[in-house]
Nanobody, 128 residues
Framework: QVQLVESGGGLVQPGGSLRLSCVVSGGPLNYYAIGWFRQAPGGQREGVSCLWRSDGATYYSDSVKGRFTISRDVARNTVYLQMNSLLSEDTAVYYC?????????????????????WGRGTQVTVSQ
């Protein structure tokens, strides 16, 4: 069974950077489409970014486009989310998940559907 473990969260000042990691075990990394999602305190979970299966196509929500970058290291079975120019609005628990019931990153991130197996999340706090 596939498992996902996030890491890399922490406290950072506005304008700072963090890199989140999602280690995927149980199969070849390029077999899975992987998405990053976040949930702010009192808010709903939303799509942030996605990396598709073998072609590596990517997609970003409007709120993070130009600031965040998703990538993968197949040899390490790890998907990364590089977060730059962080804002207080980016404060949330960040989750990675496999995407099974969708045919595109755009659809999953925009409409929030198709996720299957989730990690437990990592806290990102952007504050002075």
């Amino acid at each position: 069974q596939v498992q996902l473990v996030e890491s890399g969260g922490g406290l950072v000042q506005p304008g700072g950077s963090l890199r989140l990691s999602c280690v995927v075990s149980g199969g070849p990394l390029n077999y899975y489409a992987i998405g990053w999602f976040r949930q702010a305190p009192g808010g709903q979970r939303e799509g942030v970014s996605c990396l598709w299966r073998s072609d590596g196509a990517t997609y970003y929500s409007d709120s993070v486009k130009g600031r965040f970058t998703i990538s993968r290291d197949v040899a390490r079975n790890t998907v990364y989310l590089q977060m730059n120019s962080l804002l207080s609005e980016d404060t949330a628990v960040y989750y990675c998940a496999t995407i099974r019931y969708s045919d595109s990153c755009q659809k999953t991130i925009t409409y929030y559907y198709g996720m299957d197996v989730w990690g437990r999340g990592t806290q990102v706090t952007v504050s002075q």
